[in-house]
């Protein structure tokens, strides 16, 4: 088999960039380990960044998001039982849209059926070639059969636990990693979400956030240590516990109900320096993690893919090299300002462990930063509703 572009994995990265690059007229095979129904069941990230609704418009799959999306104009803050609210529209002209990631996913692969977009489910044993050549290879197991795929160019978008990175050799990766000492529960209920939509709060108890998927489907968190299971948050406890954290005037609008799902992410912040090495291209969890805090991990994964197929399209139609040699430098860049927002929103909105009394003045002196400057807001909320590509 040849393919001009082989993407390994199909998530939201490697589906979009199979999308791109195929209205471009540029041929790709996505690899996939898993079924399209197991993609499709993961419940993941909920909020679009401005520039992610533009370029899925511009791949030819924003109908539904504009349809069934939720625009938002604010984001609250729930602080020492006070309520707060970041106009975040007003301050920069822009929204951010409320659209599940499992949303995006369903579009892309409908839009990359409708194209007759190749992808490969079920690929076992997924390995990359010659990848520094300038005749890289893909060979994969499926049904038991060996196949070998070769191609001018291979995009890893198969997350953190993916093959792609570990093709880099460790000694020309540099890694940077940063573990937070809890985790987020989180819960899907077929309840209405709060009036306020969107609050991220800081209580005594530790951190809660109420989001939402649609009229009739809410996403919230709260912050459990890193030891808890699932299995010890009944329902009823989970709502108890976020109730407590909120301030009374968003507790007033909870609507509580059965969840539909339940999980504990842990938090990390992660990158792996460079994101190409040779015709090998890092795009999304590939390359780097952010804690969930910033809504960031699927924005930045829509980032690297927009100067990815921008590089190989301009590669495809001058033989140009400019934009493939600076791909890392350029996904970078918009990486570390991503983890810098994650990070310091992590460390204002959680209760830690070995806090000592002078961290906690900290936190309370960033959120007054935060809260009482116009300033502050606006460049807050230049990078929570995503930075320019
Ligand atoms: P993905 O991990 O989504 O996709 C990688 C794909 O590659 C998968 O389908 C996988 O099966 C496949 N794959 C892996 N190894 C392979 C191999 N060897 N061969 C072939 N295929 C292979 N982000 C937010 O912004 N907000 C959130 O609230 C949020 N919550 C999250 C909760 C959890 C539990 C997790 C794990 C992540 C969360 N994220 C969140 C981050 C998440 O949305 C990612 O940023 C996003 O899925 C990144 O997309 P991809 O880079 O495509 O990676
Ligand atoms: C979500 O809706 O799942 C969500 C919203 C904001 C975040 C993280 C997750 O920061």
């Known amino acids: 088999m040849r393919t001009q572009v082989a993407i390994i994995g199909a998530g939201p990265s490697g589906l979009l960039l199979s999308q791109l690059l195929n209205r471009a007229g540029i041929a790709t095979v996505v690899l996939e380990r898993q ?4 993609v499709l069941s993961r419940i993941r990230a909920g909020v679009l960044e401005w520039g992610t609704t533009e370029l899925l418009r511009a791949a030819g799959v924003g109908e539904r998001m504009d349809r069934e999306g939720k625009p938002h104009d604010h ?3 729930g602080v020492n039982g006070q309520l707060f609210r970041v106009d975040c529209h007003g301050l920069t002209g822009r929204r951010l849209m409320v659209y599940g990631q499992t949303e995006v996913t369903t579009d892309l692969y409908a839009a990359q059926d409708a194209i007759g977009g190749t992808i490969i489910h079920g690929a076992e044993d997924v390995a990359l070639h010659d990848v520094t050549s300038d005749r890289p290879r893909v060979t994969w197991v499926k049904d038991g059969e060996r196949h070998d795929l070769s191609c001018d160019f291979i995009a890893g978008c198969d997350g953190f636990h993916g093959v792609s990175r570990p093709t880099i050799p460790a000694e020309r990766r ?5 573990v937070y000492p809890f985790g ?3 819960i899907l209920s077929r309840t209405p979400p709060v009036p306020q939509h969107m609050v991220y709060v800081a209580s005594e108890s530790g951190f809660a956030l109420c989001s939402m998927r649609n009229a009739m489907l809410s996403r919230h968190y709260v912050q459990v240590p890193l030891t808890d299971r699932v299995e010890d948050w009944s329902d009823a406890r989970f709502w108890d516990a976020l109730t407590e954290r909120l301030p009374e005037e968003v507790r007033a609008g909870l609507v509580t109900g059965p969840s539909i799902e339940k999980s504990i992410a842990p938090l990390r912040s992660f ?9 090998l291209f890092l795009c999304g969890d590939a390359a780097h993690i952010v804690p969930p805090t ?4 699927l924005n930045l994964a829509v980032g690297d893919v927009f100067y990815l197929q921008e590089a190989l399209v301009e590669h495809y139609a001058t033989g140009s090299m400019a934009g493939i040699e600076g791909y890392s430098t350029r996904a970078l860049d918009r990486v570390w300002k991503a983890m810098r927002f994650s990070w310091q929103l992590t460390m204002m909105m959680h209760r830690f462990p070995q806090d000592t009394p002078y961290d906690r003045r900290m936190q309370d002196a960033e959120l007054s930063m935060l809260l009482d ?17």
């Open 373 to 389: 400057s116009a300033a502050a807001q606006k460049a807050w909320a230049e990078t929570y509703l995503g930075l320019p590509y």
């Open 35 to 38: 079924s399209r129904d197991h």
């Open 75 to 77: 984001i609250h803050f």
């Open 174 to 178: 540099r890694e940077f990693e940063k």
């Open 271 to 279: 990158v792996s320096e460079p994101m190409r090495w040779g015709r």
């Open 294 to 297: 910033g809504a960031k991990g």
């Open 184 to 186: 987020w529960l989180g």
